[in-house]
């Protein structure tokens, strides 16, 4: 009989996607979708303009790892954080997805371990299971912000197969910002420990407080670090799927291009778009900062006061975890979805447990993406709270 492989069988259903066939076989709700990271944020103009006026001739493969007018504007776009960084530091990808798959498949062997600090993006599972890797987590939790532990428990928490530790800076799903010393002091333990860093920085124009470090400016760090970006978040583009691949790892960087042979090339079509999003002015980002802002504050405000729910204040990035009143929050976000109306509206959330490694951890957490208009949002978190409230009631 014909059967499927270990890894196919190991990969896990998207938390963030589960409940979609769900909310889709609901007739004539409303519902407020605060479970994707899919902004509804337009598509700057550049990048819509770039796409209308691609007409080759012949719409052909491109290079392995990107056009040379990509890897240039890519190259002067992220000299920002480190100066003098070369197009040959620079591989295109399908995606920040693409990006995460390719230095996991050049770094990490079959049975090979990866350290993620969880709550995490859940797709990490994917990636390192697609390597023939698993994720190991490091715990940190919302009630101490999602902070990193001190070296000496990171220590206890490496294996004899641990190759590298991944997260992403801003976070996703915490809305957490590792402040440059925590950051520095991290980076710097993984070098001691003979680890590669991959972080992952899609997010990094999303912040409120204070910019975040990037590893790109970290000196004496850059013989292991490794960055992913993409044109997903920051321009709002993720259908596009272009993402960025980083470092200054001549070997690594090689072994990326070959990947990048084995699947052809990136879009051309995509590489226009890049490159016109990669010029845009810094007022750009000042406002994408803005609007964000405006919306994961409004959301954080209005979740917070619901009672009984404890939440992180975000600090970048589009997500918040909230602890709700409620043993399943699982459940609770199903039940949300079937039976909870509210003046024929309803909220989807992504259940937290998705997002942790340890099953026992997140049972009571969500995650909401601010993803919508204030306003939007700020009703949905109503929604969230007569839906708590009937929950408790029933
Ligand atoms: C932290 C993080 N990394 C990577 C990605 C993947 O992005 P892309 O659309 O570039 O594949 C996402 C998408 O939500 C994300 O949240």
Redesign the pocket.
Known sequence: MSTLSHRALALQESAIRKLDATVVAQQGVHFHRLNI?QPDVPTPAPLLDALASFRPTVLGYGPSSGTAACREAAAGYFSRWSPGLRPADIAITQ???EA?SFALAVICDSGDDVLVPEPY?T?YNGFATLAGASVRPIPTTLKNGFALPPDDELDALVGPRTRALLF?NPG?PTGAVYGREDLARVVAWARRRGLWVIA?E??RQIWFDSAPTSVMELDGEQDHVIV?D?L?KTWSA?GVRL?FLISQHADFMERVERLGQARLGPQPLAQAAAVAALHMPESYYVEVRGLYRRRVHGLYDAVAAIPGVRTHRPEGAFYLMAELPVDDADAFARWLVTDHRDQGESVVVAPGEGFYANPSAGKREVRLAAVLDEAYLVRAAAVLASGLKAYAAR
């Open positions: 990271g995606g920040g997805s995460l993006y797709n992403s996703n992952d899609v997010y992913v993409s997903s993720c993402g």
